[in-house]
T-cell receptor
Framework: AQKVTQAQTEISVVEKEDVTLDCVYE???????LFWYKQPPSGELVFLIR??????QNEISGRYSWNFQKSTSSFNFTITASQVVDSAVYFC??????????FGKGTRLSVIA | DADVTQTPRNRITKTGKRIMLECSQT?????MYWYRQDPGLGLRLIYY???????NKGEISDGYSVSRQAQAKFSLSLESAIPNQTALYFC?????????????FGEGSWLTVV
């Protein structure tokens, strides 16, 4: 069975601090996909990134970066110089071809001005 | 307009009542899903459908049923609502094939069972 663990339930940081959200996954599939979604206070779920299991390159998008390490089954998400607008619940998810996504329980990030 | 539209967005209903949540999409995706979100439990899959003739149970299907009326429409029913079905419900869609499993969510439907 596939499983996603987000051990950090809540994180609080002061604006401009860097913060890393952890995600650890379990799967027996050799081909799989990892995702991060953001849920701001307004409630919608926003897709942030998708990563294939055969592509371990890290990715940077503005202040966001993602570190994918198959050796530790982790797909961590770092926000650099956090801003109040980053306050949200962040979900990590795992899927394989032909199967629905399995989500972690989410990490609530609060960025304090 | 949203690509994935859920109605109603908010509903308060009484225990024992039947309620339907509807979802329609304009993304042209074959696959549709219903997830439920509860505080501290993340998103859990209720049902999913990979095409019009395909319906599959998810992790927490008990107490729910679905209907895939068309490629673009996927409705979720609570036949006899109970208070622990109070939650935020999301419909989602994804394309099949090379685009992988990226799913796109509707705005969510808040359901309160009193």
């Amino acid at each position: 069975a596939q499983k996603v663990t987000q051990a950090q339930t809540e994180i609080s940081v002061v604006e401009k601090e860097d913060v890393t959200l952890d995600c650890v996954y379990e799967t027996r599939d050799t081909t799989y996909y990892l995702f991060w979604y953001k849920q701001p206070p307004s409630g919608e779920l926003v897709f942030l990134i998708r990563r294939n299991s055969f592509d371990e390159q890290n990715e940077i998008s503005g202040r966001y970066s993602w570190n994918f390490q198959k050796s530790t089954s982790s797909f961590n998400f770092t926000i650099t110089a956090s801003q109040v607008v980053d306050s949200a619940v962040y979900f990590c998810a795992l899927g394989s071809r032909g199967t629905p996504l399995v989500f972690g329980k989410g990490t609530r990030l609060s960025v304090i001005a | 307009d949203a690509d994935v539209t859920q109605t109603p967005r908010n509903r308060i209903t009484k225990t024992g009542k039947r309620i339907m949540l509807e979802c329609s999409q304009t993304k042209g995706h074959d696959r549709m899903y219903w997830y439920r979100q509860d505080p501290g439990l993340g998103l859990r899959l209720i049902y999913y459908s990979f095409d019009v003739k395909d319906i599959n149970k998810g992790e927490i299907s008990d107490g729910y049923s679905v209907s895939r009326q068309a490629q673009a429409k996927f409705s979720l029913s609570l036949e006899s609502a109970i208070p622990n079905q109070t939650a935020l419900y999301f419909c989602a869609t994804s394309a099949a094939g090379s685009s992988g499993n990226t799913i796109y969510f509707g705005e969510g439907s808040w359901l309160t069972v009193v």
